[in-house]
Nanobody, 115 residues
Framework: QVQLVESGGGLVQPGGSLRLSCAAS????????MGWYRQAPGKQRDLVAR???????AYGDSAKGRFTISRDNAKNTVNLQMTSLNPEDTAVYYC?????????WGQGTQVTVSS
């Protein structure tokens, strides 16, 4: 069993920054991918960013140029630095990890961008 625990969400003003963190625990084997998805009310869950165990990153269109994903394989953590946030970034952000045993999801952390 794998547990993913997110932290770092909250309320931020437009133009502000937030850093999300996700820590994996349990029966951890090498994760091919770790990353972040988000889901706003009434919308589908979309990729924000993901990173391979080799450090290759991919970003959703909404994140390009504003968000940076990083990963510590030794600690099984993945972080998302978000800058220039706007109200359209308001959503529940979910940590995701994938290995040969399947896909794993965190419980989600709320990010609200509002003045």
């Amino acid at each position: 069993q794998v547990q993913l625990v997110e932290s770092g969400g909250g309320l931020v003003q437009p133009g502000g920054s937030l850093r999300l963190s996700c820590a994996a625990s349990g029966r951890i084997y090498s994760f091919w991918y770790m990353g972040w998805y988000r889901q706003a009310p009434g919308k589908q869950r979309d990729l924000v960013a993901r990173i391979t165990d080799g450090g290759s990153a991919a970003y959703g269109d909404s994140a390009k140029g504003r968000f940076t994903i990083s990963r510590d394989n030794a600690k099984n953590t993945v972080n998302l630095q978000m800058t220039s946030l706007n109200p359209e970034d308001t959503a529940v952000y979910y940590c995701h990890a994938k290995n040969g045993y399947g896909d794993f999801w965190g419980q989600g952390t709320q990010v609200t961008v509002s003045s």
